[in-house]
């Protein structure tokens, strides 16, 4: 049949609206059409709603994918410090959680219990600060915050289009940070068919550094290749514990019951009383993940992607996340806010210079 027959939006090798697998076969599982081509109702053509995202979109520069196949990894962690770091450059940011079942980001950023406000322009982002903006599922609903989203794949995407075509972003946005939920299925199927031709300037690939993560990660990889998305590179979360050594605690085991004793003061003592110095500016480290393999630089090195950078796993970091703050204000994350600040720092200078060429 003709290619021009098959909507834009479809899934890859989707068989055409009028064939006589059109909406059964397995490369139509998930896509947006499948019902409507089951049926025979499917358009043919392109999708009318991405006219209204393309005009929508029209004021935002640059659009960054943040992705992980594998969940647990810190993606939503690292999309909110990514925000904030962009919005502390001076940059009007946007922060659009795709996460349809699982959102966190309201959590992260401080922003529990607000709601999304419809007015003339459409719908205006719950902002942080005057120049970070942030759109999230958990926005919309007038339920208790503990009510899940029991949805299928239709409504997911007939939802992320509403977030694209109806919120009014303001006047100018630098960058637009896309949080998705862990795998490739229908939101990151949409949100790429939605904005590729509006220009997505590449996804950020978070992983953690043992080969049962990365497994699932270079699912990921494959994945923005074969849709066109460009990798601004690999991210290796919690790539070691981390702590300043006064803020470890020791402890005994018996190990006839397997209880313990906490002797962290007599440790203490005994390091200042011996080697003082040791308290001030010394961190102890430890590999809480295994990765034997190379990590995730090693990875990067196979698939032919860029390596941004290691993240230790850092108690501060993760207490500024349940707080909702940024990790770069204060000296508390000193462990984890100087690595963010690098990847992020790459991240910013890749995508100008693309810009530039």
């Not at 409504?155 to 862990?182: A, M, N, S």
């Not at 906490?262 to 295994?290: H, Y």
């Not at 990765?291 to 850092?314: I, Q, T, Y």
Request: hydrophobic fraction near 35%; include cysteine.
């Amino acid at each position: 049949m003709d290619k021009g027959e098959i909507p834009e939006n479809a899934n890859e090798h989707c068989p055409g609206p009028q064939a006589e697998t059109a909406g059964k076969s397995e490369s139509c599982a998930g896509c947006p059409n499948q019902q409507a081509c089951a049926t025979g109702t499917a358009p043919s053509g392109p999708d009318p709603d991405l006219v209204a995202i393309a005009g929508r979109m029209a004021n935002v520069k640059h659009k960054i994918l943040v992705l992980s196949c594998k969940g647990g990894v810190g993606k939503s962690t690292f999309s909110a410090q990514l925000s904030f770091a962009l919005a502390g450059m001076d940059h009007q940011v946007g922060l659009l959680d795709l996460d349809i079942c699982g959102p966190s980001m309201p959590k992260m950023l401080g922003l529990e219990g607000h709601r999304l406000y419809h007015g003339n322009y459409g719908w205006t982002p719950v902002y942080v600060e005057r120049n970070l903006g942030v759109v999230s599922i958990s926005f919309t609903h007038s339920e208790s915050d503990d009510e899940p989203a029991i949805w299928r794949g239709p409504r997911k995407d007939r939802q992320i289009k509403e977030f694209l075509q109806e919120v009014h972003w303001g006047d100018r946005i630098d960058y637009l940070v896309v949080d998705t939920p862990p795998g490739t299925s229908d939101e990151h199927i949409t949100i790429v068919n939605c904005l590729k031709d509006t220009g997505i300037d590449g996804a950020i690939i978070v992983t953690t550094p043992q080969e049962v993560a990365m497994a699932d990660v270079r699912k990921g990889v494959s994945f923005c290749k074969k849709v066109g998305v460009n990798v601004l590179g690999v991210v290796e979360n919690m790539s070691g514990l981390t702590q300043p050594l006064s803020d470890v605690k020791f402890m005994m085991l018996t190990r006839e019951t397997g209880s313990s004793v906490d002797v962290t003061q007599d440790m203490i003592s005994c390091v200042r009383e011996n080697a003082p110095k040791l308290l001030d500016g010394v961190f102890a480290w430890s590999q809480v993940f295994e990765s034997s393999g190379g990590g995730a630089e090693r990875m990067c090195e196979e698939l032919g992607v860029p390596f941004l950078g290691k993240v230790p796993l850092d108690p501060q970091l993760c207490r500024a996340a349940e707080r909702g703050k940024s990790c770069f204000e204060g000296n508390k994350c000193a462990v984890s806010a100087p690595a963010l600040k690098s990847i992020i720092e790459k991240v910013v200078a890749s995508i100008k210079m693309k810009e530039e060429t």
